[in-house]
């Protein structure tokens, strides 16, 4: 089992950035296909990206690709978000995840989750 730490979310104007980073307990961090989720109050858990165990692919939401990068340190056992030209239906309470057999962007494809940081963009 790994577990996961996201931080980096906060309260951003719109059109601002922010990087969201993901922590893992496990040296075997490497071995796992991440990915991120989003979910805002009252909707369902929305997919933003993932990125392959060797971070040389990546594959994005079609709402998000333009302004979304996913990035991993295998030797830092992080993950990174990088989110751009951000805008008030951004708001949500972000998730890292990992375990999917590649790059999958349904949430029951990934096997251990974050608890979450929120972002926050006013208008």
């Known amino acids: 089992q790994v577990q996961l730490v996201e931080s980096g979310g906060g309260l951003v104007q719109a059109g601002g950035s922010l990087r969201l980073s993901c922590a893992a307990s496990?040296?075997?961090?490497?071995?796992?296909?991440m990915g991120w989720f989003r979910q805002a109050p009252g909707k369902e858990r929305e997919f933003v990206g993932t990125?392959?165990?060797?971070?040389?692919?990546?594959y994005y939401a079609d709402s998000m690709k333009d302004r979304v990068t996913i990035s991993r340190d295998n030797a830092k056992n992080t993950v990174y978000l990088q989110m751009n030209s951000l805008k008030p239906e951004d708001t949500a309470v972000y998730y890292c995840?990992?375990?999917?057999?590649?790059?999958?962007?349904?949430?029951?494809?990934?096997?251990?989750w974050g608890r979450g940081t929120q972002v926050t963009v006013s208008s």
């Open positions: 990125i392959t165990r060797d971070g040389s692919s990546t």
């Open positions: 995840a990992a375990g999917a057999t590649y790059l999958r962007a349904h949430p029951n494809d990934y096997l251990y």
């Open positions: 496990r040296r075997t961090f490497s071995l796992y296909v």
